[in-house]
């Protein structure tokens, strides 16, 4: 099965969803974007053989090709503003398990294609491929500096003074779950002179624990934090877009409050609006409220937070997956970002990152991912719950959303894998189940979460 979205083209690797099927894609990717496409991958164990293909098929269109090869999904956006290329295409399942793989596309902006651009492109599905003959082939760069171009320009957006924060010397354990984040996160971290303590970072797509940057996912994370006494830990998904902290004591937190640190951080030095999804954490909501900035939700997806940003010239954005927005870097979620930003408010703050996270407000939140046989019966399951649920204040921008100040709950379409998500939060976790529980019986759900 091949899911195509907002989100690329994505599929568990197979007969259906092969380098020949990928060198046509990207072939006729290259009709759409034309002239020169930037391209990566992360380090799944087929992420070679789909990039050599991507780059078969878009020089086989006469396109010239920039080949970055393995780099944080962040590095590639950043490098096709940077370089001037007319689109890019990442090659990475980003939290999906090895055993898949996608194609992310990108364009001039150094941003996922919008779902108008996507409708389009998809719409030219069954064309003929016009091949060109060999002396019109497009020519193939290989591109060694992207990950030095990344680091520069996040350390000089956030005007991070790297010979100050040496002297601070941080001791930061990085989980980068053997993914395409490996060694640029690594990199990132030596350059502002950190001691890095490197865990699963060999960057040979061989995932030792779950993809997803969730805490019940990153116990020798923990571990390790606690055992060298560092100042706190990371982990990242395998294309390094969203980040995990862990705490100095070895307490790891939800993925969501990457975000709400983040808030904080630069509403501790600047004014201006912020963006979420409906998915993400009222902690969010609830910093913004007390800095006295508006505050705005999008659908999820991160083109949809995007292009609320723009819209209202928020000055920090995210996901509450761990993927944070700075603008002042690009307009994309970026892990290397999310660190900076993070490390930049400890120095500044000089106390501890348990210290900072006590003050945030806090709620409790329950996700699940419910596995559907189509999409036809996902969306038969939200008609069920949309008809079933008395409540006034229902949000229909992407599936379901309906809440009161204790509370609120999220149940929509997953745009990568074939399931039904509903993400409900409130101040007890036993209120936050009752929820879930609750939606399950109104869309009669009776299979168990994933």
Same mark, same amino acid.
């Given at each position: ?139 193939? !760069? ?52 950190? @001691? ?5 970072? !060999? ?37 390094? !877009? ?83 927005? !700075? ?9 290397? &970002? ?5 490390? /930049? ?16 407000? /806090? ?9 559907? @046989? ?6 038969? &399951? ?29 149940? /929509? ?11 409900? @939060? ?25």
């Amino acid at each position: 099965m091949i899911i195509k979205s907002i989100s690329g083209i994505r599929g568990i690797v197979d007969k259906e969803f092969n380098p020949l099927v990928v060198l046509n894609f990207a072939a006729k990717f290259g009709e759409f974007m034309g002239n020169k496409i930037v391209v990566g991958r992360d380090s799944r164990k087929s992420g070679l053989a789909f990039k050599n293909a991507v780059i078969s098929g878009l020089l086989g269109v006469g396109v010239d090709v920039i080949d970055l090869d393995l780099v944080p999904t962040p590095t590639l956006l950043y490098n096709v503003k940077k370089l001037k290329a007319s689109g890019g295409i990442i090659v990475t399942a980003s939290h999906n398990p090895s055993s898949w793989n996608a194609l992310k596309l990108v364009s001039s902006s150094g941003e996922f294609l919008n779902e108008e651009e996507a409708n389009k492109f998809f719409g030219m599905e069954g064309e003929e491929i016009l091949w060109e003959i060999g002396e019109n082939y497009g020519e193939l !760069d290989i591109d060694k500096l992207a990950v030095e171009r990344h680091i520069e320009g996040v350390v000089r957006a956030l005007r991070m003074d790297s010979n100050l924060m040496k002297k601070r010397k941080f001791k930061v354990v990085l989980d980068c779950v053997n993914g395409g984040a490996s060694f640029a996160f690594q990199d990132f971290l030596n350059f502002l002179g950190v @001691e890095v303590y490197p865990l699963f970072c !060999d960057g040979n797509g061989i995932f030792l624990r779950n993809p997803e940057p969730r805490k019940e996912n990153v116990k020798e994370l923990a571990n390790k934090v606690k055992e060298i006494g560092a100042d706190i830990g990371f982990a990242t998904d395998p294309d390094g !877009d969203r980040i995990l902290i862990v705490l100095e004591n070895g307490k790891p937190i939800s993925e969501e409050y990457t975000i709400t640190l983040a808030v904080k951080a630069i509403l501790s030095k600047n004014k201006g609006p912020v963006v979420v999804n409906l998915s993400t954490t009222k902690s969010v909501e609830d910093v913004a409220a007390r800095a006295g900035v508006p505050f705005y939700r999008s659908p999820v997806g991160e083109a949809n937070v995007i292009k609320v940003m723009k819209e209202k010239k928020a000055i920090i954005g995210g996901e509450g997956n761990g993927g944070v927005i !700075d603008p002042k870097v690009h307009y994309a979620r970026d892990g290397m &970002v999310a660190m900076g930003l993070i490390l /930049r408010y400890l120095f500044e703050e000089e106390r501890p990152i348990s210290s900072i996270f006590e003050e945030l407000p /806090r709620y409790e939140m329950v996700k699940e991912a419910i596995k559907m @046989e189509s999409e036809a019966d996902a969306r038969r &399951v939200l008609e069920r719950i949309k008809e079933r649920t008395k409540e006034k204040n229902l949000d229909l921008t992407d599936g379901i959303r309906f809440g009161e100040d204790n509370y609120w709950v999220h149940i /929509r379409r997953s745009g990568t894998e074939p399931v039904l998500r509903i993400i409900a @939060e409130a101040t007890t976790i036993n209120k936050a189940k009752e929820i879930v529980e609750l939606v399950k019986e109104k869309g009669n759900i009776k299979c168990v979460g994933l």
